[in-house]
């Protein structure tokens, strides 16, 4: 493979560029030099003042070393100067993978225990859906965030880290504070359905019924299984949770609203499967069977990372430059203040 012969280090990616390095030179041996009668200037106040200093600032031969130095670095930084990494292995699936997270008002119900506090679902679900995300090199993620609307929050993309950020920044009620099953499947629908990937997954995780939105689930998920894409549902909430009234303490069910019946149907009509989170731990080991149902790694694909360091030399004669500029200005100033 011709990327493995390469060796890691600096680079130069244009280096036909650095002939250019001559052309002040050579162009001022070359070509004639101008007629004094042929000069046109531009009148100026100090004029005479600077035709007088023998040692001014356009005799000065650090001037000239400087100007070359700033010529030869822009040369160097238009040649495109680089660092080659080593070898990396990057795991492709050709897997598109899209997350429909429900943030509609329910999911702020606090009956669920993350390290040994009450939180509500959503706090649980950012944090075991974030680690998930995370894990999916190679994988094209996406977030779909629903309530009474969908919003495709982060398009497909390699970078699951943003994806996981986006995911943790999500806020209750962002989308409304009803529930949207069908438009959040139909969305993943229209998203993957120009796609080229061999598995086109949606995992839609919600905690209520579909009371919202334009298409209904079932209809939704005929759209899904037409074009190929497996659904994995998740029903997410505890059975029981305590609550304080008037008259006491109470235990309620918390996911009485849940529609389970859909959720099953939509995973079955799309040969995904659906699966029950009461709880943080629950909700992880689902995580887990889903990363058995659709494995991370597949075929892998050799990469070399190169960074540019264009801005470097570029960056040093900008420096120079200004350093030239000021301490020739600076004595004709001096000079000025002075008379």
Known sequence: MAEEALTSGFAIAWPWLLLLAPAPWLLRQILPALSSNNLQAMRVPWFGEVVQDKTGWMRRPWLAMVAALVWLLLVLAA?????????????????????????????DTQDMILNKTAVNRLRVVKKVAGEFIKRRHGDRVGLILFGSRAYLQ??????????????DESEIGLAGRETAIGDAIGLAVKRLRDDAASDRVLILLTDGANTSGEVQPLQAAEFAARDGMTVYTVGVGADEMMVRDFFGSRVVNPSADLDEETLQTIAE??????????DARGLEKIYEILDELEPVESDVEIIRPVDELFYWPMGIAYMFALLAAWFSIRPLSLRTVTT
């Open 154 to 167: 982060t398009p497909l993309t390699f970078d699951t880290e943003t994806t996981a950020t986006l995911l």
């Open 269 to 278: 009509r799309t040969g995904g499967r659906y699966f029950r989170a009461r």
């Open 79 to 107: 040649s495109r100067p680089q660092w080659v990494g080593e070898i990396e292995s990057l795991p492709v699936t050709g897997r598109d993978l899209l997350l429909a997270v429900d943030i509609s008002g329910s999911m």
